[in-house]
């Protein structure tokens, strides 16, 4: 089996990488029948954006922290967990967003995209779903679209709910929301285009983030599903994203 082996800089993911380098071998990405990622989640996503039109699929093995994506490290039998491994298919969010000089930047978020206010004021958003306005004000640190993959990353510390993998929806969280006071967001389709308005920008900045990519001084942002894009990671059998989204909600 072709495997292209891919690590962060951490140095245990260096000495994992040199050790099954060793054993099995190391070929580019674009040869790959399968893309190896050793490191954390952030990592992890970091590699299926990178890998994002290659027809190889993402397994990841943990050597970092949590590790919510990635499968547990081990040296041996890696082939057969390899033949073995259940693939997960997502799509990720797909991010316009404009800022106060004009400029339209664009990203895709695997996880979330998110809102956060960038002073010492409270963030005021305005939020329309397909075109409808849903909420004229909402008065936060910030808020974040989240996709069922996502929902156990920052949506979950924001409160949020988790989403099982299979489920059509997104998740819209505020984060410390102090107008409406009680407002705990909204399970929305998959297929919603969400938009955030920036209220009083000059006054309150606000910056946007898909995943760890940063845009200061927002004016507006649009968030909606990208089903053209198919990102494939493999789990050992049992150990899935479905499984781990359940097992989540039980700790």
């Given amino acids: 089996m072709r495997i292209a082996f891919l690590a962060s800089s951490a140095k245990v993911a260096q000495t994992a990488l040199k050790a099954l380098v ?12 399968v893309i190896v990622a050793l490191g954390g989640d952030g990592f992890m996503l970091r590699t299926m954006h990178e890998t994002v039109d290659l027809p190889a699929p993402v397994y990841g093995m943990n050597r970092g ?3 919510f994506l990635m499968n547990e490290y081990h040296e041996e039998a ?10 997960e298919i ?27 206010r960038a002073g ?11 075109g409808r306005q849903r909420l004229a004000e909402l008065v936060c640190d910030g808020a974040l679209v989240s996709t069922p993959a996502g929902s156990t990353a920052y949506n979950y510390s924001a409160h949020g709910p988790i989403l099982p993998i299979g489920a059509d ?11 409406p006071r009680r407002w705990r967001g909204a399970l929305l389709p998959s297929t919603a285009n ?5 209220l009083e920008a000059d006054k309150r900045p606000v910056m946007a983030e898909a995943d760890s990519i ?18 494939k990671i493999l789990f050992d059998p049992g150990h899935g994203l479905e499984e781990r989204l359940i097992s989540e909600q039980f700790t």
């Fill in 78 to 87: 890696l082939i057969d967990r390899l033949r073995e491994a259940e693939q």
């Fill in 120 to 130: 010492p004021q409270a963030a005021r958003l305005k939020i329309s779903v397909d």
């Fill in 65 to 67: 922290t949590v590790g």
């Fill in 22 to 33: 060793d054993r099995y071998g190391n070929v580019p990405p674009q040869e790959a029948e």
């Fill in 194 to 198: 969400v938009r955030f308005d920036v």
């Fill in 169 to 179: 929806v997104l998740a819209l969280t505020a984060v410390a929301a102090f107008r």
């Fill in 214 to 231: 940063s845009f200061e001084n927002i004016d507006w942002v649009e968030i909606r599903t990208d089903t053209s894009i198919r990102h």
């Fill in 90 to 116: 997502i799509n990720p969010l797909s991010m316009t967003a404009m800022d106060r000089d004009g400029k339209i930047h664009h990203a895709l978020a695997i996880n979330e995209v998110s809102l956060l």
